[in-house]
């Protein structure tokens, strides 16, 4: 069967930085489906289009434009099309894609990632166009989807499949997670137009320190249960690749596409410890950069693992400890980190001159000033050498959403599919939305001209190279905080 894999176009608020990364989880089910012997096809539609660029409801879409895609679609005629949607903030430009796909031809249609699989009834109540949904991990799913459809046998044993059948939505039973994730084929990065995102180079850490950059992943999900993250919900346990094939990967990536850096995108990459260990042995050799911009955990680090990933050339951590309040962070937030143990590593990380980088979380319900104010003084002790503050956000999938919805915490306006972390979207009785909103732009814009003024040959002796090469990008993070 021939099958078309799409990602949307991306919309970003005006000013942000236009990230370009791999979708990593559509090129994992593009490989598998290859390895099955099916003719596959990948359009990023993002990528392709990257370039073109229009403003809709005070917001920026970058993407191909309908008529180029659709010509392309057209141009291919699949017998089956995949649309990647990870996120709840791409849902609109994936009703958008069905759309553009209907006005062609009435091809069979679906969708997987986080958001379709969390909120499969409104999904496909809200796409008339969408024939499936891929749930959880979608590699084995969609290929029994293809099998099923080219031998027209029925859907309904397909694990993690849901689907409408006469006039009625069907939930299949889940699919258990793969456990081993080496026999998992490696991403069909030859699908994609690799060349234009190391061109772009614009990854998850927009300030990447090489210029031949690529992002890979060690593990699925996360040991950790936090209240505002899905990724429990989505993944439901962490697994990981062994080293050798982590390993293996790398030296592909080195091999096929020059790399220089590698940015790792797991929700963990050291949770657990002795294989994290293992592969920074052996990353030593392979004479390139790398770092973790989704973090890693705290409490899965010791001195011989950050001695490790100094060696094997890590230039930045990301820490996201959330609250600078131990009680609110431990027990409402279900991070298990103690201060005196945060304080700890980040000296441990200052200590091997590791760049680091800070999460924090302001605006939960019930939230005090005098804890928000904790949160900015904490950061500010730990004195990272830069730090995102955002306002805690009811993502679909969380315990958080669950609690503001019981409790009726969620402001009037709020809508999952356009949410975003600088605005406030929960009802706190300590403090109005429009104060948080404000505090949170005071955090960020007071906390990074620190990191410039404070010690200006510390900064540029850590970030003079990525200056040299983005200066543009530099400079949009100063003004958007002046």
Sequence with gaps: MKILLLFPPITVNIGSVKKCNLP????????????????VHVIDISVEGYETEYIVDGKLTFGLTEEEAKRRIKEIDPELIGISCSFSSQFDNAV???KWIEDIKNYPIMIGGQHPTLDVINTLNTLSELDYIIMGEGEITA?????????????????????R?????????????????????????????????????????????????????TSRGCPGKCNFCSSPTFWKFARYRSPNDVIKEMRFLIEEYGAEEIQIEDDNMTGWGDRAKEIFRQMKSLGIVWCAPNGVRINSIDEEMMQLMKDSGCYRLTYAIESGNEQLRTGYIKKPYKNKDIKMIVNLTKKYDIGLHTYWIIGFPNETRQQIQETYNFAKELNSDSASFCLATPMIGTQLLK????????????????????????????????????????FNSSYNKRLLLRNPIKFFKKYGETILKNPKGLLSIFKKFA
Excluded: W
Aim: glycine fraction near 4%.
């Design 24 to 39: 990593i989880g559509l090129a994992y089910v593009a490989a598998y489906l290859e390895k099955q012997g099916h003719d």
């Design 96 to 98: 958008k894609l069905c």
């Design 143 to 163: 290929n029994e989807l293809v099998v099923a459809l080219s031998e027209k046998k029925p859907l309904d044993k397909i694990d993690g499949l849901a689907f």
């Design 165 to 217: 059948k006469d006039g009625r939505i069907i939930i299949n039973q889940p699919r258990k997670p793969i456990e081993n994730l080496d026999e998992i084929p490696l991403p069909a990065r030859h699908l994609f137009n690799m060349e234009k995102y190391i061109r772009i180079n614009k990854p998850f850490n927009h300030f990447p320190k090489k210029s031949r950059v690529l992002l890979m992943i």
């Design 403 to 442: 609690t503001c919805k019981e409790q009726d915490l969620l402001n009037g306006s709020f809508d999952v599919r356009n949410a975003n972390y600088l605005q406030s979207n929960i009802i706190n009785p300590n403090i109005k939305s429009e104060e948080l909103e404000a505090l949170v732009y005071k």
